[in-house]
């Protein structure tokens, strides 16, 4: 148990669905982020939150839209997905703030589907 | 563009020392970092390097060459627990990481 928990941890959706990701986490951390991870490929940083503000989209599709009503809550709204979106999805929190390193703690993660 | 590189696989037996090498070229660069990732589990924080040199953490050690783009991640007294993903990461500005692909490591008895 890392102090971050996602929901939920499996999940099978078609291109016309619409469903969302939620991550808490129980750390009192400031900054808390979105990575997608495929096969074979990097973790891919999605989003970035400090402070409740995004801070960072590294150009992600509009498909995928991030929500963080406070610091210890994020998530990720899905719709219209496509099959290549099949992925892990974790997620991660921090201390927040620039200048210093801060580890980061991730979630298990969402397995998505998409059919 | 900005990328990370690490072998995708090494092998090793019970008891031996392995070295995971990462080089890395991005726009900015404030520290090196190794995550470890169990099959189907969350990546773990292992190390971070911010200064050239050594940092030993039990079993674990890392290392940073600011000046080659470089740094490795040395196991020692390896253990099949020592079983999975390791990730070399960067942190290029803000609190943000880029990670390489990962190399797999199999400890057989």
């Known amino acids: 148990e890392t102090g971050v928990t996602q929901t939920p941890r499996h999940l099978v959706m078609g291109m016309t669905n619409k469903k969302s990701l939620k991550c808490e986490q129980h750390l009192g951390h400031n900054a808390m982020y979105w990575y997608k991870q495929s096969a074979k490929k990097p973790l891919e940083l999605m989003f970035v939150y400090n402070f409740k503000e995004q801070t960072e989209n590294n150009s992600v599709p509009s498909r995928f839209s991030p929500e963080c009503p406070n610091s210890s809550h994020l998530f990720l709204h899905l719709h219209t997905l496509q099959p290549e979106d099949s992925a892990l999805y974790l997620c991660?929190?921090?201390?927040?703030?620039?200048?210093?390193?801060?580890?980061?703690?991730f979630g298990p993660g969402t397995r998505l589907t998409v059919t | 563009g900005q990328s990370l590189e690490q072998p995708s696989e090494v092998t090793a037996v019970e008891g031996a020392i392995v070295q995971i090498n990462c080089t890395y070229q991005?726009?900015?660069?404030?520290?090196l970092s190794w995550y470890q990732q169990h099959d189907g589990g969350a990546p773990t924080f292992l190390s971070y390097?911010?200064?050239?040199g050594l940092e030993e953490t039990g079993r674990f050690s890392s290392f940073l060459s600011r000046s080659d783009s470089y740094g490795y991640l040395l196991l020692q007294e390896l253990q099949m627990k020592d079983s999975a993903s390791y990730f070399c990461a960067v942190r290029d500005r803000g609190t943000a990481l880029i990670f390489g692909k990962g190399t797999t490591l199999s400890v057989s008895s």
């Open positions: 991005t726009s900015g660069f404030y520290g």
């Open positions: 991660a929190s921090s201390q927040g703030g620039a200048g210093e390193f801060y580890e980061q703690y």
């Open positions: 390097n911010a200064l050239d």
